[in-house]
T-cell receptor
Framework: KQEVTQIPAALSVPEGENLVLNCSFT??????LQWFRQDPGKGLTSLLL?????REQTSGRLNASLDKSSGRSTLYIAASQPGDSATYLC?????????????FGRGTSLIVHP | NAGVTQTPKFQVLKTGQSMTLQCAQD?????MSWYRQDPGMGLRLIHY???????DQGEVPNGYNVSRSTTEDFPLRLLSAAPSQTSVYFC?????????????FGAGTRLSVL
């Protein structure tokens, strides 16, 4: 069974720090990987999507990288702000029977304090 | 553009009652899915559909039924609610093509079964 693991489970940092959130997966034959943000009591909002042929994607202060050979993706957040406080989830689409069903990690809960 | 709409936002049921959670999307997405999110368990796939008339089971399908009579709608039915089904339910949609197939999520339905 393919698995997706996110480390650390929780992170608390002062405002202004640069952060790295990790996502690892057990099968390098992925279709794509998507990073989400979830605010308390809310749904998931897509941040970045990386196709299997890509190495990174950038959006504003966010940069996501993908290394299929090592089964890892990292989400880099530059100059963190209190508004970045949320849970960050990664989801990996594995080509399983042609359905490409996403498998989610359990998330990293981030608190950025002023 | 409404995206993915879920109703109701909150629901309280008694054990044994039935109900339907509604999900609708207006993006003409082929792929739709239902997840439940529980503390410490992450997001778990209940059922999914790759197009109208086609549904399949996910990781935790027991106690739930789905149907997909139109591209837009993907309702989730609880036939006889149990306390173990207390959870937050999310509906998601995406394209199935080889392009970006970003997953879009609804705001969630918070269900309590007493």
């Amino acid at each position: 069974k393919q698995e997706v693991t996110q480390i650390p489970a929780a992170l608390s940092v002062p405002e202004g720090e640069n952060l790295v959130l990790n996502c690892s997966f057990t099968d390098s034959a992925i279709y794509n990987l998507q990073w989400f943000r979830q605010d308390p009591g809310k749904g998931l909002t897509s941040l970045l999507l990386i196709q299997s042929s890509q190495r990174e994607q950038t959006s504003g202060r966010l940069n996501a990288s993908l290394d299929k050979s090592s089964g890892r993706s990292t989400l880099y957040i530059a100059a963190s702000q209190p508004g970045d406080s949320a849970t960050y989830l990664c989801a990996v689409r594995f080509p399983s029977g042609g359905s490409y069903i996403p498998t989610f990690g359990r998330g990293t809960s981030l608190i950025v304090h002023p | 553009n409404a995206g993915v709409t879920q109703t109701p936002k909150f629901q309280v049921l008694k054990t044994g009652q039935s109900m339907t959670l509604q999900c609708a999307q207006d993006m003409n997405h082929e792929y739709m899915s239902w997840y439940r999110q529980d503390p410490g368990m992450g997001l778990r796939l209940i059922h999914y559909s790759v197009g109208a008339g086609i549904t399949d089971q996910g990781e935790v399908p027991n106690g739930y039924n789905v149907s997909r009579s139109t591209t837009e709608d993907f309702p989730l039915r609880l036939l006889s609610a149990a306390p173990s089904q207390t959870s937050v339910y999310f509906c998601a949609s995406s394209t199935t093509g080889l392009a970006k197939n970003i997953q879009y999520f609804g705001a969630g339905t918070r269900l309590s079964v007493l």
